[in-house]
């Protein structure tokens, strides 16, 4: 049976858009934005004044929301660029392109949000799992990339902030595994059959999902030690209704009454962005914090509040085992 994705109401989105501060003069760099909670932090950034950089890959959607929001908000607020996130070289290309519009008064968001969920084993071009490559490599890369715009974005604007999306399907493995983080695409578990949000292709989503909050670990405690301006955090969605549930189902990852599921647990897209909309554009928000409706597998639903990182990924090892894998897979070192 298909996904078919419920009409839920946005309960909590308008009070949120309510709290932000102008956002003029600042700018918000986000992954993924042709719909789901991308597309809705991309509006609401423009909305409030900031110029947003949507890093997609090229398609017709990806032009679509461009004329959209460059309708609703002007040609100099919204620019559409070339991301491929399961190229590195793509990656590479867009950083490129953010450092030549962003050269003056830098970055002050970068929003990690693109995903992919519960894909097929197979590997990229780069031969890593498509899913870690997509939803946590070159996120890391990108970040490496464009972490001196974010320092002079910091020393514009007085801090900056980097914030990645993590899901609750992070407690669905128990601690980061190495290998996922390798060049084995193909050969991390096979496809399975999911009867229930669970065999290898969500084990594997799992990891990524793990490794974007161990990432934001690994990042907050090195941004601490260097005294620097930049914040790290992470958000998670809840149980959002998005694209992401069809494109999973499309690729044969949904379990059959997932629909059903979700019409009675899920929010809006709308209430699913305000973890990263709420870390991202907040005043005084503070490095080092998990935006969410909760943490545990039931926080599906509500607003989104602050709540410290967790011990299943805020430890030395697991810090130390992300970054060193992360920084081999990309063939160079992160250092801040």
């Known amino acids: 049976m298909a996904y078919n994705v419920p009409n839920v109401a946005s ?20 992954t993924g934005t042709t719909s789901g909670t991308g597309k809705v932090a991309a509006v609401t950034f423009a909305q409030a004044g900031a110029q947003v950089l949507m890093l997609n890959r090229p398609s017709a959607r990806a032009d679509a929301i461009q004329a959209r929001l460059e309708e609703r908000f002007g040609a100099g ?17 867009a950083a490129s392109q953010v450092r030549d519009v962003c050269a003056q008064a830098g970055v002050y968001a970068l929003v990690n949000n693109a995903g992919v969920m519960a894909m097929p084993d197979e590997a990229t071009g ?13 996120h890391f890369l990108l ?28 407690k669905m493995v128990r601690s980061l595994e190495g290998r996922y983080l390798e060049r084995r695409g193909g050969d991390l578990g096979g496809n399975g059959v999911n009867f229930l949000p669970s065999g290898p292709r969500w084990r594997r989503y799992g990891q990524t999902k ?4 161990a990432f934001t670990a690994a990042l907050h405690h090195r941004l601490q030690a260097s005294s620097s301006p930049v914040k790290a955090l992470v958000a ?5 209704n998005t694209e992401l549930q069809r494109t999973t189902d499309r690729a044969g990852g949904m379990a059959p009454g997932s629909s059903l599921l979700a019409r009675f647990f899920s929010q809006s897209e709308e209430d699913g962005a305000l973890g990263i909309i709420s ?21 599906a639903r509500g607003k989104a509040a602050p709540y410290a990182l967790e011990a299943q990924y805020d430890n030395a090892s697991t810090r130390e085992l992300l970054w060193a894998k992360s920084c081999e897979a990309i063939g160079e070192p992160f250092d801040l």
């Open 210 to 213: 793990l490794a974007n909050a």
């Open 77 to 93: 607020s919204v620019r559409t660029l070339a991301c491929d996130l399961q190229s590195f070289a793509s990656v590479r290309e």
């Open 11 to 30: 309960r909590y989105y308008d009070d949120l858009v309510a709290q932000l501060p102008s956002l003029e003069g600042k700018s918000f760099v986000v």
């Open 126 to 138: 780069d031969g890593f799992d498509v899913q870690m490559q997509t939803n946590h490599l070159s």
């Open 236 to 240: 998670h969605p809840g149980f959002a």
């Open 143 to 170: 970040t490496k990339e464009l972490f001196p715009l974010l320092e002079q974005g910091a020393k514009v604007h007085g801090d900056a902030r980097i914030v990645n999306h993590s899901s609750i399907a992070r």
């Open 279 to 299: 870390a991202a554009a907040l005043p005084d928000v503070r490095s080092g914090v998990f935006y969410g409706p909760g943490l545990g597998m039931m926080a």
